[in-house]
C-alpha cells in the first residue's frame, strides 16, 4: 500500500492555496469584523464621560479577537472548500461562508462578545449574509485591483 497523500490532507490543500487570497480574505474578515462592531457601538447610548474606560479596552479586545477567530475560522472553511484554489468560484464562497459565519456567530455569542448581544435566531442569518456580502464584495473589487 503506498502513500500517494504524502503530508496528509491540510498540506495537501495549504500547497495548493494562492497565499495572497488567504491574506486578502483574512484582512476582509478583520474589516468585517471591526465594522460590525462600530455599526454596533453606534447603537450604544451616549457616554456620561468622555475618554477610554476599562470596559471600552474589554470591548476592543473583544474585538479584535473575534476578528482573529473568524480569520482563522474562514481559513479552515476555505481550505475545506478549496476557495483559495479558485477565488473567483462563487458557490465555494457560498460553501465556506455557510462553513464559517454560524460558527463564528456561534462562538460571540458563547463567549459574550460585544457585537453578538443582539437578541434572537435571526443574528444568525443576518450575520451570515453580511459576512458573505463583505467577502462577495470584497472579491469583486480586489479582482480588479490585481
Known sequence: MTNDNKGGFWKTRWEAADKQEIRLDA?????HTLARFLAYDITLPP????GMELTDIVMLV???T???????????????????ED???W?????????????WLLLELTLGWPAAARDGPAR?????????ATM???RIVSSFLV
Do not use: E, H, Y
Not at 27 to 31: M, R
Not at 91 to 103: C, E
Open 27 to 31: 484582512t476582509l474578515t478583520a474589516c
Open 47 to 50: 457616554k456620561a464621560l468622555p
Open 62 to 64: 473583544d474585538t479584535f
Open 66 to 84: 473575534s476578528a482573529l477567530v473568524l480569520a482563522i475560522i474562514w481559513t479552515v472553511a476555505g481550505l475545506l472548500t478549496r476557495l483559495f
Open 87 to 89: 477565488s473567483q468560484n
Open 91 to 103: 458557490s465555494r464562497l457560498l460553501q465556506t461562508t455557510a462553513m464559517a459565519a454560524p460558527l
Open 124 to 132: 444568525f442569518l443576518v450575520g451570515s449574509l453580511g459576512l458573505l
Open 136 to 138: 462577495g464584495l470584497g
